[in-house]
């Protein structure tokens, strides 16, 4: 709890959210993108459902790595490469949620860039596993999805500090889902 305290009394992070909610601001500009992207259909955010595909992905590799070193060459680089595929979706209802929670308690933000921070770099991590792999570097490969998967898991821990902790973010369940745009 030591860390997310420090984290949320960072105003250091306060620049690094205004970009990020600058580059949300853009993204998210269609109402009904967004509220797609937050669940609203669904009755409650997408994002920690999508988290478990790419996290299970690159666990299950990390599995055939240790467990099928030679055998499990193939699953494991088709393993880390479709987890960062499924990543790109699961970045943009992360994004969405985070917005979402405008006015932004100032916890949150800090806490949700730091979030967004790691789990952009455990993806590089994988993107770079992934490469490795292709390249007939597999052992490097290994060792980058590791690194993936640590810095995975310290997002991980925010990423529940803040819907357990914060309670952000929150998708009301009757909640309409904005009409399309007439031209």
């Known amino acids: 709890m ?19 909610r600058g580059v949300a601001d853009r993204v998210l500009a269609q109402p009904r993108l967004q509220a797609l992207l937050r669940g609203v259909p669904l009755g409650h955010a997408a994002h920690p459902l ?26 494991s680089q088709r393993l880390v490469g479709l987890g960062v595929l499924a990543a790109a979706p699961t970045v943009l209802t992360g994004l969405a949620d985070w917005r979402a929670s405008e006015p932004l308690d100032e916890r949150v933000r800090r806490v949700g860039v730091v979030h967004a921070a790691a789990n952009a770099t455990a993806t590089a991590f ?27 898991g310290v997002g991980g821990y925010l990423g529940g500090h803040l819907t357990l902790v914060r309670r952000a973010p929150l998708v009301d369940p009757h909640e309409p889902v904005p009409p399309t745009a007439s031209r």
């Open 50 to 75: 999508l988290t478990d595909v790419p996290i299970g992905m690159w666990v299950s590799a990390s599995a055939l790595d240790l467990l099928a070193p030679v055998a499990g060459r193939r699953a």
């Open 2 to 20: 030591r860390a997310t305290d420090a984290i949320e009394s960072r105003a250091a992070l306060d620049s690094p959210a205004a970009a990020l």
């Open 126 to 152: 994988y993107a770079g596993s992934w490469l490795a792999r292709r390249r007939g570097r597999h052992t490097v490969g290994v060792a980058l999805a590791l690194a993936g998967g640590t810095v995975a």
